[in-house]
């Protein structure tokens, strides 16, 4: 992440994409552009060298965290259609699995599989399920969910196969805003409980 | 001004080269699929290499011109048609006002580029007129083309048929695509998890031929092969992937992510089509064979500054005759 920021700040000519992920740093960068500009060398090995030199700069500790969000999450079980059997499974009330998902803060990993689909961790390992055997064909825009360690927010409909405990009212993609995903890579999050009442006010505005 | 669908395609999306510097936030690049053909239909009238084309699947758009246009199409041949009448590919066309483009036959390939003297006129979003299908933004109002849809030219620019009564006119010379497409063997580099092939899955690999599925889109192809063991099976923690990686899917079989494919994924990668290829790749249709061949990174980077420099030359012949032609007319 701390490599990732650094890299953004410096702009390296003919890279394309920056995509961090859990463990890994993947460089997108124009081949046939860079080619051109430098035809007797290995672009591979320039671009390599680059990256290491980078690496001896940034210091792990220097993760700069870039917003911190607060997402209200409704978890009123008709928006939740797994809440009631995540808790029978771990033998917890629903308030005790609400109150574990609302104590931590997680930090965006990656993003990835939809655009703006945040991987957030680390779940607290009382509420850890792993994925529904057989994926839904429809989750709705909104809905939050647990996969093992990792939870996140569909920001679009779409097919699923996350454990669903609850909805937000927030928009978490929209192509018409200049920054179209409410979540960056590196961000911290909080989740905070808020009624269903409050979920269709806030959905309104 | 423009031209009008007067009966939808099975998918045509406006594209350009694609949207880059947006998959950190899970937003894919798209595009073309076959970016050779986008560079060609451009040079052939006379456009930047990256203007926006129309991307046409078989079976493709009926159109209707409503001005006098300077076009040309590249990629594959779905024997196009201009009031019934043949017409050719890889050759600046000027048609009438009033002529309807048709399509008959798929001769050869899976996509066929329309591209506009002046380029197409699309949504910009995110620095790109890619059509984005699945936020719906980009190109013609984020989604495929339908009927009763018009695409206008970004400037129009008048051009007059030699011959007054002649519906259309092929301009004398037409581009040397050929060389640019791999017909069986393509090439590819080695992927991060390329060692946890069993010595006897590579050499199936590098054997054997492999089909393109019915299960293939824009965002992958499914390959049909046999299947490839690895020697460990731990499940992999998610990192990115790109425009033809070759992931290993649990059963063993492969699949090679195109222009729309997911920014990052948790199979491993066995290889990566090099990039000259992925043209000869966007080309192929469902039951198709090729077989794959294994180059080093220093390999493709050459392979692909001489395709880079032969793709200029042609593109630099296409501009001089237009300009030539242009002048003369």
Same mark, same amino acid.
């Given at each position: 992440?701390?490599?990732?920021?650094?890299?953004?700040?410096?702009?390296?000519?003919?890279?394309?994409?920056?995509?961090?992920?859990?463990?890994?740093?993947?460089?997108?960068?124009?081949?046939?552009?860079?080619?051109? /500009?430098? %035809? @007797?060398? =290995? *672009?591979?090995?320039?671009? &390599?060298?680059?990256?290491?030199?980078?690496?001896?700069?940034?210091?792990?500790?220097?993760?700069?965290?870039?917003?911190?969000?607060?997402?209200?999450?409704?978890?009123?079980?008709?928006?939740?259609?797994?809440?009631?059997?995540?808790?029978?499974?771990?033998?917890?009330?629903?308030?005790?699995?609400?109150?574990?998902?609302?104590?931590?803060?997680?930090?965006?990993?990656?993003?990835?599989?939809?655009?703006?689909?945040?991987?957030?961790?680390?779940?607290?390992?009382?509420?850890?399920?792993?994925?529904?055997?057989?994926?839904?064909? /429809?989750? %709705? @825009?909104? =809905? *939050?969910?647990?996969?093992? &360690?990792?939870?996140?927010?569909?920001?679009?409909?779409?097919?699923?196969?996350?454990?669903?405990?609850?909805?937000?009212?927030?928009?978490?993609?929209?192509?018409?805003?200049?920054?179209?995903?409410?979540?960056?890579?590196?961000?911290?999050?909080?989740?905070?409980?808020?009624?269903?009442?409050?979920?269709?006010?806030?959905?309104?505005? | 001004?423009?031209?009008?669908?007067?009966?939808?395609?099975?998918?045509?999306?406006?594209?350009?080269?694609?949207?880059?510097?947006?998959?950190?936030?899970?937003?894919?690049?798209?595009?073309?699929?076959?970016?050779?053909?986008?560079?060609?239909?451009?040079?052939?009238?006379?456009?930047?290499?990256?203007?926006?084309?129309?991307?046409?699947?078989?079976?493709?758009?009926?159109?209707?011109?409503?001005?006098?246009?300077?076009?040309?199409?590249?990629?594959?041949?779905?024997?196009?048609?201009?009031?019934?009448?043949?017409?050719?590919?890889?050759?600046?066309?000027?048609?009438?006002?009033?002529?309807?483009?048709?399509?008959?036959?798929?001769?050869?390939?899976?996509?066929?580029?329309?591209?506009?003297?002046?380029?197409?006129?699309?949504?910009?979003?995110?620095?790109?007129?890619?059509?984005?299908?699945?936020?719906?933004?980009?190109?013609?109002?984020?989604?495929?083309?339908?009927?009763?849809?018009?695409?206008?030219?970004?400037?129009?620019?008048?051009?007059?048929?030699?011959?007054?009564?002649?519906?259309?006119?092929?301009?004398?010379?037409?581009?040397?695509?050929?060389?640019?497409?791999?017909?069986?063997?393509?090439?590819?580099?080695?992927?991060?998890?390329?060692?946890?092939?069993?010595?006897?899955?590579?050499?199936?690999?590098?054997?054997?031929?492999?089909?393109?599925?019915?299960?293939?889109?824009?965002?992958?192809?499914?390959?049909?092969?046999?299947?490839?063991?690895?020697?460990?099976?731990?499940?992999?923690?998610?990192?990115?992937?790109?425009?033809?990686?070759?992931?290993?899917?649990?059963?063993?079989?492969?699949?090679?992510?195109?222009?729309?494919?997911?920014?990052?994924?948790?199979?491993?990668?066995?290889?990566?089509?090099?990039?000259?290829?992925?043209?000869?790749?966007?080309?192929?249709?469902?039951?198709?064979?090729?077989?794959?061949?294994?180059?080093?990174?220093?390999?493709?980077?050459?392979?692909?500054?001489?395709?880079?420099?032969?793709?200029?030359?042609?593109?630099?012949?296409?501009?001089?005759?237009?300009?030539?032609?242009?002048?003369?007319?």
């Amino acid at each position: 992440m701390a490599l990732y920021q650094y890299l953004r700040g410096r702009k390296i000519a003919g890279v394309l994409d920056l995509i961090p992920a859990y463990s890994s740093l993947s460089v997108v960068y124009d081949l046939a552009a860079l080619i051109k /500009k430098n %035809p @007797a060398q =290995s *672009v591979y090995a320039m671009m &390599e060298s680059q990256l290491q030199e980078a690496v001896r700069f940034v210091e792990i500790q220097t993760v700069t965290v870039s917003n911190k969000v607060t997402i209200p999450v409704c978890y009123d079980l008709s928006l939740a259609p797994d809440l009631s059997e995540l808790a029978a499974l771990h033998q917890l009330t629903i308030e005790e699995v609400i109150q574990l998902h609302t104590a931590p803060t997680y930090r965006v990993y990656m993003i990835g599989f939809l655009p703006g689909f945040a991987y957030m961790g680390s779940v607290a390992e009382r509420i850890r399920t792993a994925r529904k055997s057989s994926p839904r064909t /429809k989750v %709705p @825009a909104g =809905s *939050v969910g647990i996969a093992g &360690e990792q939870t996140g927010i569909y920001p679009l409909d779409s097919p699923g196969g996350w454990q669903l405990i609850g909805q937000t009212p927030l928009p978490l993609f929209d192509a018409t805003r200049t920054d179209p995903c409410l979540l960056q890579p590196g961000d911290e999050v909080k989740f905070c409980s808020i009624s269903l009442t409050e979920y269709h006010q806030l959905k309104k505005t | 001004m423009s031209i009008q669908v007067i009966k939808a395609g099975i998918l045509d999306t406006v594209q350009d080269a694609g949207r880059y510097g947006y998959q950190q936030l899970g937003i894919n690049p798209g595009g073309v699929m076959d970016r050779t053909a986008m560079r060609m239909a451009n040079a052939l009238v006379g456009n930047e290499a990256g203007a926006p084309v129309i991307e046409m699947h078989f079976p493709a758009a009926e159109m209707l011109f409503e001005e006098t246009m300077l076009v040309a199409l590249s990629g594959a041949d779905f024997s196009p048609r201009i009031n019934g009448e043949e017409t050719p590919v890889h050759k600046p066309v000027c048609v009438r006002k009033g002529a309807i483009l048709s399509f008959g036959k798929q001769l050869k390939g899976a996509r066929t580029y329309l591209a506009v003297k002046g380029g197409w006129k699309a949504d910009n979003w995110l620095h790109s007129y890619s059509t984005h299908l699945t936020v719906k933004a980009g190109g013609q109002a984020g989604r495929a083309l339908g009927k009763t849809d018009r695409l206008f030219p970004q400037q129009l620019q008048p051009y007059g048929l030699l011959n007054k009564e002649s519906i259309f006119e092929a301009l004398p010379w037409q581009a040397a695509v050929s060389a640019f497409y791999q017909e069986r063997s393509l090439r590819m580099i080695q992927g991060y998890e390329f060692d946890t092939l069993t010595p006897a899955a590579k050499e199936i690999l590098f054997s054997s031929s492999f089909t393109i599925s019915r299960e293939s889109n824009r965002m992958g192809y499914r390959l049909q092969g046999p299947p490839l063991l690895t020697t460990q099976t731990t499940e992999l923690i998610s990192t990115a992937v790109t425009r033809g990686t070759l992931q290993l899917l649990p059963d063993g079989q492969l699949i090679v992510l195109m222009a729309d494919h997911q920014t990052t994924g948790g199979y491993p990668r066995v290889g990566h089509l090099i990039s000259a290829d992925l043209a000869s790749l966007a080309q192929k249709n469902a039951g198709e064979p090729f077989s794959v061949s294994v180059v080093s990174v220093q390999e493709a980077e050459n392979i692909l500054h001489r395709q880079e420099m032969d793709l200029q030359q042609l593109q630099n012949a296409c501009n001089f005759r237009l300009a030539q032609y242009l002048l003369g007319v």
